[in-house]
């Protein structure tokens, strides 16, 4: 483990992103725990996990368009300005030997990013503007990540199947036997069965809590919709009319 905390101790009331019931109530409380080598953040689409990866990110020293610490390209400045106000404690002692930031977006500059550092190499061997965009991610993870990491992914599933994020699983519990630490934003249940994880899930409200496996909402919401998915469906379109 290399992060053991973040803390938002002083930061502006309003304007984007202090005004997210996330940013407020992680102002307002006291500040995020990374309990075990894996932590996955959960919350339904805009609660704010991008937004709180990226600030981590940007916080730890990668560049807040992804990549590893030694990636500097910049094509459009999005990052908000949370990374800045973060405080990030870390384990004394433990620094990361490598790692690498995956944003949910921009993987294709990532990988002109790395063509044009000439380090394919270490990516497999084969350009990712040359593989699907699930064998790319899976080439980074297999190749690039390495043991006593910090990585730091969001929506990594959005280039996997299920198989994919099986072996990801996989993938990630060879690095956490290995020293690494992962922090991973995700909507998919399959990786939040990571084992030795804890999962933090932001609420309607804004608040951050941990949650059990069969207690986070994209489980239990998946589980009810296989269980009888014409049910759902039925009730979903009739409440349309
Ligand atoms: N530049 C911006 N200005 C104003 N609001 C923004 C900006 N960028 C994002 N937001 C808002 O911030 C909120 C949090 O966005 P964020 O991308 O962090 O959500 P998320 O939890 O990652 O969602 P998803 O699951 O869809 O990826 C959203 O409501 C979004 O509309
Ligand atoms: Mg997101």
Redesign the pocket.
Known sequence: MFLAEIRLDVAPDEG??FD?PVVRALRDGRGLRFRTPVTLLA??????????IEAIAVAAGFNPEGGTTAFRFATRA?E?SLGEHLTLSRVAGRKPRTGFFLR?ESFYNVATEIEQLGVVGSYGGVSPHERSHGESFLDLAVHRFGPGGLYLLD?PEAALSVNGCLALLVRIAELVAQGSQFVI?T?SPVLLACPEATILEIGGDGRIGEVDYDRAEAVALTRTFLADPQRMLRRLLQDDR
Do not use: C, R, V
């Not at 919350?43 to 709180?52: I, P, V």
């Open positions: 984007h992103p997210l919350g339904d689409n805009g609660s704010g996990k991008s937004t709180l999005t908000s949910a929506e934003a909507h």
